[in-house]
Nanobody, 119 residues
Framework: QVQLVESGGGLVQPGGSLRLSCAAS????????MGWYRQAPGNERELVAR???????QYADSAKGRFTISRDNAKNTVALQMNSLKPEDTAVYLC?????????????WGQGTQVTVSS
C-alpha cells in the first residue's frame, strides 16, 4: 500500500546541480531501505544511491563524490543531491523502497522524474 512521489527533476547544464526528493505514503511495514535508481534509454535500471534503515549508504561508483543521499526515517522521505552533473547522468530517476518479506525482497517504485543534463 506504499506510494512514492518524486520531485525535483529538470533540465540542467553540465556541471550544474539538482536535488531530487521522494515522499512515501501509506504503511511502510518492514521497510529496509530507500534509494534512487535511474534508467536511461537503451540502458538497464541501475542503482544510484541507497540508504538503509540503520543509516548505511551505498553509492554507484559513478555517483561517488558527486551525489549525496539523505533519508528521514521518521518522515519517510529520501533526497538525492546531485552535483557536478554530466550528460551521462541523463535518465529517469526512480525512487525505491525495499522491504524484507516472506520470500525475499519486495520493491516499490515511484513513477520517476526526468533529469536531463545538456548544454
Amino acid at each position: 500500500q506504499v506510494q512514492l512521489v518524486e520531485s525535483g527533476g529538470g533540465l540542467v547544464q553540465p556541471g550544474g546541480s539538482l536535488r531530487l526528493s521522494c515522499a512515501a505514503s501509506g504503511r511502510l511495514f518492514s521497510t529496509y531501505a530507500m534509494g534512487w535508481y535511474r534508467q536511461a534509454p537503451g540502458n538497464e535500471r541501475e542503482l544510484v544511491a541507497r540508504v538503509s534503515k540503520d543509516g548505511s549508504i551505498q553509492y554507484a561508483d559513478s555517483a561517488k563524490g558527486r551525489f549525496t543521499i539523505s533519508r528521514d526515517n521518521a518522515k519517510n522521505t529520501v533526497a538525492l543531491q546531485m552535483n557536478s552533473l554530466k550528460p551521462e547522468d541523463t535518465a529517469v530517476y526512480l525512487c525505491n523502497t525495499r522491504s524484507l518479506v516472506a520470500g525475499g525482497w519486495y520493491d516499490v517504485w515511484g513513477q520517476g522524474t526526468q533529469v536531463t543534463v545538456s548544454s
